[in-house]
């Protein structure tokens, strides 16, 4: 069954209209195409036509949800931000400190380790070379502090860092993500000496927070 015939389906008896939830669906679907059309062909490259089609909605319907290319481009790219910061917000399991910092380091870097969250950094830093101004500068940085905040937050319950200032705190928990996600990330996409798998980064993980536990009681073995 194409898009078109499924919204066809549930079309309010009414108006003609499509109901909310295929208006949703259609939405995300026109999203998930453009994200595929982007990231194959580039910006540039990428056509509002061909999306329609590969879509199967009309030219009109794709531009009245999305008034240009950039216009469409920036709806991907806002949709793909919610969906990293919502990374950090899968509940953990109840554990030690260690094992939820090692969890949320794990989240983050099964998370952008995917072909798809490696592709669209790829074409953000291509349209930023090609179309500056187009995608914000910094864009990463904000949302890798983002997710820092997530490390922070587990190390305020933790009793044995009551007695931190906030300072020291938030200063802990970007070493902690630097050395769990960013250099784990950064050896496995830039330097290559780190075998791109769930065990790999297990064993890392596990490796690195071995090490910083003498500095930091809370991430000792249980």
């Known amino acids: 069954m194409t898009v078109v015939n499924a919204v066809e389906q549930i079309r309010s008896s009414k ?11 259609l939405g995300e679907r026109i999203l998930d195409i453009a994200l595929e059309h982007f990231l194959r062909y580039g910006f540039e490259g990428a056509s509002m036509d061909a999306i329609a089609a590969d879509t199967q909605v009309s030219k009109r319907t794709l531009y009245q949800r999305h008034q240009s290319k950039k216009g469409l481009l920036l709806s991907v790219r806002e949709r793909e931000r919610h969906v990293y910061r919502a ?17 949320l380091a794990h989240n983050i870097l099964d998370a952008i380790l995917n072909a ?11 349209i930023r070379r090609a ?16 997710w820092a ?24 928990a970007s070493v902690l993500f630097d050395a ?22 297990s064993i890392e993980i596990e490796r690195v927070l071995d ?11 249980p």
């Open 211 to 221: 090490v910083l536990a003498g500095g930091i009681p809370s991430l000792q073995r």
């Open 116 to 126: 798809r969250a490696l592709g669209f950094m790829k074409l953000a830093q291509e």
């Open 15 to 25: 108006g003609g209209r499509p109901t909310r939830e295929a208006a949703a669906e």
């Open 149 to 172: 905040g997530a490390f922070r937050s587990v190390l305020s319950r933790d009793p044995m860092l009551a007695d931190y200032e906030p300072d020291r705190l938030q200063s802990v």
């Open 87 to 103: 990374i950090v917000n899968i509940p953990l399991p109840r554990g030690s400190v260690r094992q939820q910092i090692g969890m």
């Open 180 to 201: 769990l996600v960013t250099v784990p990330f950064a050896r496995t996409t830039i330097v290559g000496n780190l075998e791109d798998s769930k065990q790999a980064r």
């Open 131 to 146: 179309e500056p101004g187009l995608v914000e500068d910094g864009a990463f940085e904000a949302m890798t502090s983002y």
